[in-house]
């Protein structure tokens, strides 16, 4: 599971005009489709919603609530549904069981969702303790897309209990039967194919036998032709499907097509810009996600907004939350961070994957050979010589360490007290903020981001870093005194929940870190004895999500340089997991390497980090077939899928642009802006979680089950844990250049730590070319991991920039021949924690092989 709500509901501030229309109160005919979804309660109680003050369950198939004493208006306690289309001059018959006890006259209401709240019809029926149905009819004076259906139960002295079932507005249009214009049948990555990587597409069609295919330039010319492989029926779309290959043709160019079977692809480019844009555009999401800063319009065009939550009204917050009632009795300054998603909300579990996988794409450039310095981000940041990637990252950073309290546990998320409507821009949120409890998962996440800021900051700010490790380790002291306060499932009320019933996972993870950066020996007896260590975390869905981070660890632990015993066999564990990502792949039509059956919430980024898993055995090995498995793996995000369609704004010819978010809400408000270019949609979730999608698509094979409306949550949110794996893919993609093998050298180096003392080291270097050539002229290159210095230096020139090193000859050992060696060391000073000898060293710019 990846977000879940229990419930969403627009605020509810008063019932001001009343405009009843047609209400006859006498019994009415049902006729016309039905357009409550979910007024049966068989099997659960979504979406209805619940103000905070009350809790509702299914009993015996009824939806049931202990409504409180002691509030004054009918609308202090209200359940209710949103998104109901009416339609005007329609005639709907409106019906309800319901039941109190003691009896009680509630008020039933379908109405506007916001203030005025104009009433279409106003019910007050006397409840009984026995139950009774009830029925009214009523003219839609409106056409209104996103009626409320409301039961408002407040006003009473003492509390009493409320039952309803069989909810139903009949009449109007019947719903639209929704079907995706879904295009051509041959379907392409839209956005571009490497020139020297794999090429594949995928055929809908009902023949069975192999047809020929057709690649066209943008001039309409033939450059490539071949068969088509028949596949038989996908499961995850339930179509008849060949696969095409067109690797073989390698020649750059735009506005390509494939033709089969009579159909002609989408335009397609091939070739490699488009990835160093997505890399940029994925990672810029972040600027217009942040909390607490004006957004400037001159940086992002469009998308300039006031400060939000910063203490100024109508924001009731972020500079001085309280807790929620009886959770605390202080409040916090949590003022900055991003916002979770389409919502204001900021969660520390969610936020931390996040800004660690932002913090790994940039220490993969210190030691993946494939790896190029991520681009600028055109941000209030920018210029200064710190990577761009990492001050977006230290925004969120410098949030969860604000969630910290003094006795080192987190709180684990910060939001509205109720949930707000679309759109709202940050800046006029009216709601009270409010803190919610700690968790030990919270705890765990900020243990674990803080140690990976703590080595990756340590070349660019001391002060931070050091910040960091010490909120890391007591973090880690506090969580392992409090190792079982986990987040309330419940606690759904103007905000995710991100429960999470199992935090042995946060322990792995936040180990891990705590170990590569300091090298201590109670992190390392931790995660040898872990069973998350040596665990098979390579599930067909997601390799890692906000609440399964195992392979956070297990990741860094096998691609950051460290002294484990057994590392070995780490690095291997994740070469045998990309193993079964790639034999997905093949087995797949549309060539993704997920394959759960039933697609999740947030399936796009499961793909995402699955092609993590791929890419870093290519990091690891070297082998090709890894990083083709994330080349194919884009195509599907970017269009070959059952849709036709791309999941990234911007990007590919028909392409996700009314995701789910209050700010970037165009579709409702055509003075705001759609997300900006690079914002990743959940994606198809067969759970179909939200009333857009329980309408318009239900029984849909699990690539279906996503549809580009700004309502449906479930299948099409943005959120920071969305864009990051993309932005992790997109910089590996960019650094393949064309997608050719790129050459390594012939060398072989020996990096001994002769001696330490508390604040320095000594270190020798020997550099052996292994070729059958003599190397004239040489420069190595390799990164620390922390905050390491070169001091004192012998038999090279050595130049440093941050972490990165470069010992370049001098003019008597410029020659190396055949099988020799040169030797040359240097004094580090030692900035404290672990220092390991690199897994990478560059000669000359190529990787030693
Ligand atoms: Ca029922
Ligand atoms: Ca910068
Ligand atoms: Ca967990």
């Known amino acids: 599971m990846f977000r879940r709500f229990t419930s969403r509901r627009l605020s509810i501030l008063a019932t001001a005009a009343l405009a009843l229309a047609g209400l006859t109160g006498v019994p009415a005919h049902a006729e016309g489709p039905e357009q409550i979804p979910n007024g049966t309660f068989d099997t659960t109680a979504d979406p209805w919603w619940h103000t905070a003050n009350l809790e509702f369950a299914l009993t015996d198939g009824r939806l049931c609530a202990d409504i409180p004493g002691g509030t004054v208006n009918p609308w202090d306690a209200i359940i209710g549904v949103n998104d109901i289309p009416l339609v005007k001059d329609e005639t709907y018959a409106f019906a309800f069981y319901a039941s109190a006890d ?71 249009a019947p719903p639209e039967v929704y079907t995706p214009d879904t295009g051509p049948r041959v379907r392409v990555n839209q956005v571009a194919y490497l020139p020297k990587g794999p090429k594949n597409a995928t055929l809908v069609t009902d023949a069975t036998d192999a047809l020929p295919w057709k690649l066209k330039d943008a001039a309409g010319k033939v450059v490539a032709q071949g068969s088509t492989t028949p596949r038989g029926v996908d499961a995850s779309s339930r179509q008849n499907v060949h696969s095409i290959d067109f690797s073989a043709y390698h020649k750059a160019g735009t506005g390509f097509t494939l033709t089969a079977d009579g159909e002609t692809s989408r335009p397609f480019d091939i070739g490699a810009d488009a990835y160093q844009s997505l890399e940029v555009d994925a990672l810029k999401f972040y600027y217009t996600q942040r909390s607490g800063i004006a957004i400037d319009d001159a940086l992002r065009p469009g998308y300039g907004r006031p400060a939000g939550h910063i203490g100024t009204a109508p924001n009731q917050g972020d500079t001085n939350v309280p807790c929620q009632p009886g959770v605390c009795d202080y409040s916090l300054d949590v003022s900055g961070g ?87 821009l940050p800046h006029l949120d009216p709601q009270k903020r409010e803190l919610h409890p700690v968790s030990t998962a919270a705890t765990l996440n900020l243990a674990a981001t803080a140690a990976q800021a703590a080595r990756v900051f340590a070349p660019y700010d001391a002060a931070f870093a050091a910040k960091n490790l010490a909120a890391a380790k007591k973090a880690w002291a506090a969580a392992k005194a409090n190792p079982a306060i986990l987040a309330s499932p419940s606690d759904g009320n103007g905000g995710g929940t991100y429960d999470d019933a199992d935090v042995s996972d946060e322990f792995y993870w936040a180990a891990a870190e705590l170990y590569i950066t300091t090298g201590d020996a109670e992190y390392k007896n931790f995660v040898l004895a872990s069973p998350h260590h040596t ?27 460290n002294g484990l015993p057994g590392r070995d066999a780490v690095r291997q564990s994740v070469v045998t997991g990309a193993d079964r990502y790639l034999t997905t792949i093949d087995q797949h039509p549309y060539g993704l390497p997920y394959n759960p059956g039933d697609y999740v919430w947030g399936s796009n980024s499961a793909v995402l980090n699955d092609m993590i898993v791929l890419a870093a055995a290519y990091d690891i090995t070297g082998k090709l077939p890894y990083r083709d498995g994330v080349l194919q793996g884009i195509d599907y995000l970017l269009g070959r899928n059952a849709l036709n369609q791309s999941y990234v704004t911007g990007y590919g010819e028909v392409a996700s642009k009314n995701q789910h978010s209050r700010w970037y809400a165009h579709s409702l408000d055509t003075s705001l802006p759609n997300p900006p270019h690079g914002s990743l949609a959940g994606g198809p979730n067969s759970g179909l979680q939200d009333p857009v999608a329980q309408a318009k698509l239900p029984g849909c094979a699990p690539q279906f089950c996503y549809i580009d409306d700004i309502n449906s949550y479930s299948t099409n949110e943005v959120a920071v844990n969305w864009n990051a794996p993309l932005s992790w893919v997109a910089a590996f993609i960019a650094g393949q250049g064309d997608g050719g093998i790129s050459a390594s050298a012939n060398c072989k180096v020996g990096y001994t730590v002769h001696g330490s003392w508390p604040d320095g080291f000594t270190t020798q270097v020997t550099l052996t070319n292994t070729g059958h050539k003599a190397i004239d002229g040489w420069s190595l290159t390799w990164s620390f991991l922390g905050g390491q210095k070169v001091g004192h230096s012998w038999a090279a020139e050595f130049t440093q920039k941050a972490a990165t090193v470069t010992a370049a000859n001098q003019s008597y050992n410029k020659i190396i021949q055949p099988g020799q060696s040169v030797t040359f060391g240097f004094n580090g000073v030692s900035a404290p924690g672990a220092n390991p000898g690199p897994d990478l060293f560059l000669l000359n710019g190529a990787p030693c092989a």
Request: glycine share 10%; hydrophobic share 40%.
């Open 338 to 424: 991003w916002y979770d998603a389409g919502d204001h909300g900021k969660y520390v579990v969610n936020g931390g994957i996040s800004v660690a996988q932002l913090m790994s794409e940039f220490e993969r450039t210190k030691n993946a050979a494939s790896a190029r310095p991520i681009g600028a981000l055109a941000i209030p940041e920018s210029g200064d010589d710190v990577p761009d990637v990492l001050d977006e990252a230290r925004w969120e950073q410098e949030f969860l360490l604000k969630m910290q309290r003094p006795d080192g546990m987190v709180h684990h998320k910060i939001h509205d007290e109720n949930w707000t409507g679309l759109p709202l």
């Open 102 to 172: 003691p009896g009680k006259v509630a008020r039933a209401y379908v109405q506007l969702p916001v203030d005025p709240y104009t009433q279409y019809i106003s019910a007050a029926p006397e409840l009984s303790v026995s139950g009774d149905s009830y029925h009214y009819t009523f003219t839609s004076p409106v056409d209104l897309p996103n009626a409320q259906v409301v039961f408002q139960l407040g006003g009473s002295a003492t509390p009493w209990r409320f039952c309803v079932d069989n909810v139903s507005l009949q009449g109007g």
């Open 535 to 561: 665990a098979d975390l390579w599930s067909q869905g997601g390799a890692m999500d906000w609440g399964h981070v195992a392979a956070l660890g297990r990741i860094d632990l096998a691609t950051v340089p």
